[in-house]
């Protein structure tokens, strides 16, 4: 493809891409001007001033009432989980998720059954 034919298919794209984009805004604008006139009629029959409405579409939503998802935030507190297994010799502690630690995998290698370091085994 020659710069020439280039250039001369970019231009004319542009000129279609604009045209489309000018279309989008006229329905766009067609299809607003009778939602507009609803919320009007419906601020009208409940005396709702425009002040109310821009301060409620300021204020934040509570909770799911929205329809929104909620927003997970970092200040999350995570819940403490009580150790299920211990070692014997170091006291090392595990609470039973998540990948084993590895005195738990080398014991189960050398045969030592995983309910043997169980907590609840050494109280009772």
């Known amino acids: 493809m020659s710069r020439t034919s280039y250039n001369t298919e970019k231009t004319r794209l542009e000129k279609e891409m604009a045209k489309l984009q000018k279309k989008i805004q006229t329905l766009q604008a067609k299809e607003r001007k009778p939602k507009i006139a609803e919320i009007v009629r419906s601020m009208r029959q409940y005396d709702i001033s425009p002040e109310e409405i821009a301060a409620a579409f300021n204020r934040k939503p509570a909770g799911r009432a929205s329809g929104a998802a909620p ?13 299920k ?4 010799e170091t006291q090392a502690t595990w609470t039973g998720r998540g990948k084993a ?3 738990i995998t080398e014991a189960e290698a050398a045969g030592t059954p995983r309910e043997t370091f169980l907590i ?4 009772a």
């Open 71 to 83: 927003r997970k935030t970092g200040t999350a507190t995570k819940r403490v989980i009580a150790p």
């Open 85 to 88: 297994y211990r070692h014997p």
């Open 101 to 103: 630690p590895r005195w």
């Open 120 to 123: 609840a085994a050494e109280s």
